[in-house]
């Protein structure tokens, strides 16, 4: 199976970190309309995931109508297109907002053949800007048990442990970057024995972090800047076969990741 993933697109003004034009979201709508040409022309995935952080956030109304500009262009997709919630999403926009946009509930899964896709929505809690909570975590468990189709995981914020030594964003600032409940997620995906592997943006860079034989892959920014007027462009296109799953990603900064589960008898 072939599916494709994208993230990060933040349509609507640049965004600076300290005083420097970081996500070039004024390219996002272009790179956007590229995308869905060459996936509906030339890559043909069975489905595509938007990570979240459609949109760079502006105020309310053009946030609005930033996030209606990205469902539209994403629904020009010749498959089926399934959307993840960023912290930017929400910046302005109440979560019924953008749920009424997307058409769906804060967490869900879908099929596609013999898989599931799972699509998780952290909250903030006691503090924690990015947690699931114990209602979601039930569901989790529930629908990774319902039977025995293989299972991908999808969210905005990365379920893994990652170092951060470099990382523009969150170097200094840790409790941002990941889910701050992680390893309780994990250990729930763990014990189903069902999970392929897991996918999420938030953290603008590529890698592949795996924890107790589950491979969690975090995928760059569409806008990020690679100099002042250059973005990435980036996106996945990941493939599965069995236990195998490899992500490429495609645009300026390019990157290949392959995981194998041998199980055995």
């Known amino acids: 199976m072939r599916f494709a993933v994208i993230s990060d697109i933040h349509l609507g003004p640049r965004g600076y970190l300290r005083g420097v034009p970081q996500k070039l979201g004024e390219h996002a709508e272009l790179l956007l309309a ?43 997709l010749s498959c089926p297109v399934y959307h993840a919630i960023g912290n930017h999403d929400r910046v302005n926009l109440a979560e019924d907002e953008v749920l009424g946009l997307i058409g769906r509930k804060p967490y869900y899964s879908f099929l596609c053949g013999e898989y ?13 800007p990015c947690v699931i909570d114990d209602r979601q975590l039930s569901w989790l468990e529930r629908e990774l048990m319902r039977d025995e189709r293989r299972a991908l995981v999808f969210s905005h914020v990365p379920l893994a442990d990652q170092p951060l030594a470099g990382n523009v964003w969150f170097e200094h600032a840790p409790d941002y970057a990941l889910m701050s409940n992680r390893a309780a997620v994990r250990k729930v ?3 189903s024995g069902n999970v392929v592997g897991a996918m999420n943006g938030h953290t603008h860079w590529n890698r592949m972090d795996v924890h107790n034989a589950i491979p969690y892959f975090t995928l760059h920014s569409l806008v990020e800047r690679l100099d002042e007027e250059t973005p990435t462009g ?21 990157g290949e990741f392959v995981f194998s589960n041998s199980r055995g008898p």
Do not use: T
Request: with cysteine.
């Open 116 to 128: 599931r896709g799972i699509v998780l929505c952290p909250h903030e809690a006691d503090g924690k």
């Open 189 to 191: 995906l763990e014990d």
């Open 34 to 76: 590229n995308f869905v040409e060459r996936m509906n022309s030339e890559v043909m995935p069975e489905f595509v995931v938007q990570l979240g952080d459609a949109i760079e956030d502006a105020g309310h109304d053009r946030d609005r109508e930033n996030y209606a500009r990205v469902i539209g262009l994403l629904g020009g």
């Open 234 to 254: 980036s996106y996945g296109v990941v493939d599965v076969d069995g236990e195998s799953i490899r992500m490429r990603v495609a645009g300026r900064a390019p």
